[in-house]
Structure formats: structure tokens, C-alpha cells
């Protein structure tokens, strides 16, 4: 596809289940980042994959928060017991990242998460 | 760690003024990227504008420009002739372009524009 694209849309799911969102980012695009946003609140930062390079995942929340990127291109952020606190849009972007040049990152609609 | 700050959470302009909408960051590093998006209703995330820490001039894109005082660490995004369309979110991010994190691209708390007829 030619955007971001970011599965499913909604969830809704119980306190205590866990939950895989997915994001498949733009063919070619090295950096990749998950981002969540609260109602109204801004883009809190979760983590970052950049190529073969381990990933920044100074943003998870707590260690029931982890994220893969299988081959470089797709990932998965997975929340596992989730708490009515999880509940947000979950943001993933992908940009190519070049120094001094302006790349900037390419949003998904987001995956907005309700835990009930 | 690299830090920006927005500290107008909310803001009113009239249709057909102009609005500057303020960011500052905080980083040690001489070589980053200082990025505006803007959010509406929908929630899409829009790229509005791009500047760089070594571009002498400061950006242009449209009705969009960046008041960029390095010195100072402000980014601040300018607005001219605001359309009610203009009514949203807005975003300013930077990327550090090298160090541990290179390429990680962290956001402001945004700013919610209103626009009134």
C-alpha cells in the first residue's frame, strides 16, 4: 500500500487479555515508531526501531508493553493484562531517516484501544 | 534527552489573522530536524513543515512558516491568513540526527487552534 497502514482500527477488549496491534509501514522506510495518544493529550513516545540497530524503548510504559519488527518492515506492539489505563490510540509512523535532510515521518490512521 | 515544549495548550484567532503558535526545545546535540504537524478532528497526523538546524533561512511552505531563533531554541510556527480549516491540533516534533538514538522523532504536548468566523 502506499501509506501506513495500522490493524485493527478499534479493539475492545477485557481488563486482563492481552493485545497485539500491527503496523505495516511504507516499503522502504528504515525508522519506525509507536506512539500513544490519550483523548485530547499528545503523542506520548513508546519506542523506536531504526534498521538493524537494537531499538530506543525508553517510552514502554511498563514491562507489560514490548514491540517487534520481524525483517524490518512489519511490527507488533503487544500489551499484555491490559488496564483500563491502556485504553488510547495507539499511533505508528515510518520514515526514512537521512541526516540533515528533511524526511519526515508518515503517520497510520492509529488502532484505538478500549479496555473495559 | 531531548525535550520540547509547547506551552500554549489552547489558543483563539480571528479568520483571516495571522497566529504564531510556540515551540521550544532542548538539546545538545548541533545537528537535528524541528518538525510542525497538524491534527484535526479526524485525528490524521499532517506534515505541515521541516527545519533543519543548519538551514540559513527560515522555512516556508504556503501560509505555513517557521520563526526558527536557534540561539534561542525556538521553532515557533507561524500561520497567516487562518482559514476556519486551520481549527486543530498542532504538533511540533524534533529528530536528532546523530547519537544513540538517531532518527528518534519525540513530540510536544500540541497546541489546539481555534479558529472563529
Known amino acids: 500500500g502506499a501509506g501506513v497502514s495500522q490493524s485493527p482500527s478499534n479493539k475492545v477488549t477485557e481488563k486482563g487479555k492481552d493485545v497485539e496491534l500491527r503496523c505495516d509501514p511504507i516499503?522502504?522506510?528504515?525508522?519506525l515508531y509507536w506512539y500513544r495518544q490519550s483523548l485530547g493529550q499528545g503523542l506520548e513516545f513508546l519506542i523506536y526501531?531504526?534498521?538493524?540497530?537494537?531499538?530506543?524503548k525508553s517510552g514502554l510504559p511498563s514491562d507489560r508493553f514490548s514491540a517487534e519488527r520481524t525483517g524490518g518492515s512489519v511490527s507488533t506492539l503487544t500489551i499484555q493484562r491490559t488496564q483500563q489505563e491502556d485504553s488510547a490510540v495507539y499511533l505508528c509512523?515510518?520514515?526514512?531517516?537521512?541526516?540533515?535532510?528533511?524526511?519526515?515521518?508518515?503517520f497510520g490512521q492509529g488502532t484505538r484501544l478500549t479496555v473495559v | 534527552a531531548q525535550k520540547i515544549t509547547q506551552t500554549q495548550p489552547g489558543m483563539f484567532v480571528q479568520e483571516k489573522e495571522a497566529v504564531t503558535l510556540d515551540c521550544t526545545y532542548d538539546?545538545?546535540?548541533?545537528?537535528?530536524?524541528l518538525f510542525w504537524y497538524k491534527q484535526p478532528s479526524s485525528g490524521e497526523m499532517i506534515f505541515l513543515i521541516y527545519?533543519?538546524?543548519?538551514?540559513?533561512q527560515n522555512a516556508t511552505e504556503g501560509r505555513y512558516s517557521l520563526n526558527f531563533q536557534k540561539a534561542r531554541k525556538s521553532a515557533n510556527l507561524v500561520i497567516s491568513a487562518s482559514q476556519l480549516g486551520d481549527s486543530a491540533m498542532y504538533f511540533c516534533?524534533?529528530?536528532?540526527?546523530?547519537?544513540?538514538?538517531?532518527?528518534?522523532?519525540?513530540f510536544g504536548k500540541g497546541t489546539k487552534l481555534s479558529v472563529k468566523p
Open positions: 509512523a515510518s520514515s526514512l531517516v537521512v541526516t540533515r535532510t528533511n524526511t519526515e515521518a508518515f
Open positions: 516499503s522502504g522506510h528504515t525508522a
Open positions: 526501531f531504526q534498521g538493524n540497530s537494537a531499538p530506543d
Open positions: 538539546t545538545s546535540d548541533p545537528s537535528y530536524g
Open positions: 527545519q533543519g538546524s543548519y538551514d540559513q
Open positions: 516534533a524534533m529528530r536528532l540526527n546523530y547519537g544513540g538514538s538517531q532518527g528518534n522523532l519525540i
